[in-house]
């Protein structure tokens, strides 16, 4: 686990702070990963973060915390019930199809929290 304080969050601390966490990644830990693996980065969908990770790790694959997610359909006053529940019907999908049937299920209700 790594972390940064600074005076905010945005594109030139993110990228700082990335491109020091390769450094001690290449340094350290390169030897311990195969030529075929990647880092995994799993955050809130933060623009500046999202970016960061593109630019620095560009090969590593970038998913999002459903649990930040749910909070930004909340704050974003996507507030019923039902697309909550469809949001973890989907999340918890043992398979495709169910989590495509509960996602359109959600956009049908609306489209703007699909999105």
């Not at 693996?37 to 500046?48: A, G, H, V, Y």
């Not at 997610?69 to 697309?83: E, I």
Request: charge should be negative; aromatic fraction near 12%.
């Amino acid at each position: 686990m790594a972390f940064e304080v600074v005076d905010a969050e945005n594109d030139q601390n993110w990228l700082w702070f990335l491109e020091l966490l390769q450094s001690v990644i290449s340094e350290y830990a390169s030897d311990q990963l195969m030529p075929s693996e990647k880092l995994i980065f799993l955050s809130d969908r933060q623009k500046e973060l999202i970016d960061g990770v593109n630019t620095v790790f560009s090969n590593s694959p970038h998913g999002y915390c459903i649990r930040h997610l749910a909070d930004n359909m909340r704050k974003a006053r996507f507030t019923r019930k039902d697309l909550h529940v469809l949001l973890w019907k989907a999340v918890w999908a043992p398979i495709v199809q169910k989590f495509d049937i509960a996602m359109n299920e959600l956009k049908k209700i609306n489209a703007a929290c699909y999105n």
